[in-house]
């Protein structure tokens, strides 16, 4: 849920409902996060025979030229926007883009040729209006039945992928669209075969040309003009900003996924963890609290297994390590075999990270560590975990910036005392209490306290022992 996506392409004009070029000055029409915001500075000198490796785009660009076609030459998509191309032509084109669900006129402008391209880059059910020596030659609702549609979610996310997948479900079966979603190669296996009906593409294998429209899914820190959100994501939820992205019912639920071994893995009872994080803000950052935790969870009959990516995790003097007591089950793992290791977990205990989502995926009960999100962010689970009386919730305050390359993020406490406090505060006590709250919980203490008790040697036996013991030196000396 890290990644920050920059944003390019805002209108200059603060409220600005469309722009218009001139075929002229017509350059590729700019994505929504298509360069990083960096792109808009001057570069630093470089040698002459320094290459300079391009910057790659989080999601393929749309087709330079509108996919649709109209009459007269006319040109028309949904792929950035709404986006409209006329020809050269002695007579001026009128263009009027409307917004058929709120009844307002977005744009009207007249020109002899170029382009018209709304600014706003989320769902929105346009029409388009065009007349010519006021004949009208094109009017056209949106209509995504039966057409392509892509919606691209960016690489190198976990949780919010997870998250908002439900969503793009939700936006096929609403428009009854031929839908495409572009994503990350190791997500794709946890829902090809459970959606046959959806074609699932890594970002190479794009062809922007098919697409009559297109959505880009992502976490818009910088869209202060909400030109690729109708709200900032952290009013809504990290999963649920899809919902207001793609127009749908932004009620959560989770995906469906797909296990090909669907096997218990292990005969005992386990709970699943995971402590590892991509920023020391997410952390759990109680100095003992994992290992009292762990050996809690052992005591009550648990075998607990840790499934992170990496045992072993941070930057500079900071490193984090797989809890002592843990059974080490990291790695660099297929997502569907971390889902067969949650599926049959008793609970899973972890942070707001991606191995919580994928345990809420794959029905887990879920205990959530977190002081630097608002449980608005996450999926609802009864096992949350947030302490109020601590600096908390920093991440969805739209005030501060996350800076996804520092580490040590922490906006309003950093160098100070109470740096990390909202999870340093949080207690051993509190998370024992939670966790006692799952149904179940404990059943398996009393076969641990049996095995341990048939396997204890009773006193007498100890006492006769000792004795024989003291014998046998008796008898050397």
Avoid at 337 to 351: I, M, N, P, Q, S
Wanted: with cysteine; glycine share 6%; hydrophobic share 35%.
């Amino acid at each position: 849920m890290n990644v920050a996506l920059p944003v390019s392409g805002l209108p200059t004009a603060a409220g600005s409902l469309t722009e218009s070029v001139a075929e002229s000055s017509l350059s590729p029409p700019s994505q929504g996060n298509g360069a990083p915001a960096a792109s808009n500075s001057n570069p630093a000198p470089v040698a002459d025979s320094e290459p300079v490796s391009p910057i790659k785009p989080p999601y393929p660009p749309a087709a330079e030229i509108p996919t649709q076609h109209g009459p007269h030459d006319l040109r028309f998509d949904f792929n950035s926007g709404c986006r409209i191309l006329v020809p050269k032509s002695a007579h001026p084109w009128r263009v009027r883009i409307s917004d058929l669900d709120t009844g307002n006129v977005l744009y009207q402008t007249e020109i002899n040729e170029g382009r018209v391209n709304s600014s706003k880059r989320y769902f929105i059910r346009f029409r388009i209006e065009i007349w010519q020596q006021e004949q009208s030659v094109l009017c056209h609702d949106y209509s995504a039945v039966d057409r392509e549609v892509l919606i691209q979610f960016p690489i190198g996310t976990i949780g919010d992928s997870i998250g908002w997948f439900p969503y793009v479900v939700k936006f096929k079966e609403l428009h009854r669209c031929r839908l495409t979603c572009g994503m990350g190669e190791k997500l794709i296996p946890l829902f090809r075969d459970a959606y046959p009906d959806i074609t699932f593409l890594p970002h190479e294998q794009i062809k922007p040309e098919s697409y009559y429209a297109t959505y880009s899914l992502g976490l818009f820190f910088d869209d202060k003009e909400l030109v690729f959100q109708p709200c900032d994501f952290r009013y809504v939820g990290l999963h649920r900003t899809a919902g207001y992205i793609l127009g749908v019912d932004p009620t959560e639920i989770p995906p469906c996924l797909t296990i090909p071994d669907d096997t218990r893995p292990i005969a005992e009872p386990y709970v699943c963890i995971a402590v590892q994080s991509t920023t020391q803000a997410k952390y759990w950052n109680n100095p003992s609290g994992w290992f009292e935790i762990i050996r809690f969870l052992k005591n009550a009959g648990y075998r607990v297994i840790c499934i992170d990516q990496k045992p072993i995790h941070g930057v500079g003097l900071v490193w984090n390590q797989i809890p002592n007591g843990a059974e080490n089950e990291t790695g660099d793992r297929p997502l569907t075999e971390r889902a067969r290791w949650l599926k049959h977990a008793d609970f899973f205990v972890g942070l707001s990270s991606g191995l919580s989502w994928l345990a809420w995926a794959a029905g887990t009960p879920v205990v959530m560590i977190s002081g630097f999100t608002h449980p608005l962010n996450e999926f609802g689970t009864p096992y949350r975990i947030v302490n109020y009386h601590t600096c908390n919730s920093c991440w969805n305050d739209p005030h501060l910036h996350f800076d996804h390359k520092d580490f040590l993020w922490c906006p309003r406490q950093k160098d100070t005392a109470r740096q990390f406090e909202c999870t340093r505060l949080i207690t051993v006590e509190h998370v024992k209490a939670t966790i006692q709250r799952i149904p179940g919980f404990g059943k398996h203490a009393s076969k641990v306290k049996a095995i341990a008790h048939a396997e204890a040697p009773s006193k007498a036996e100890t006492f006769g022992k000792a004795v024989q013991s003291a014998k046998r030196r008796h008898v050397t000396s």
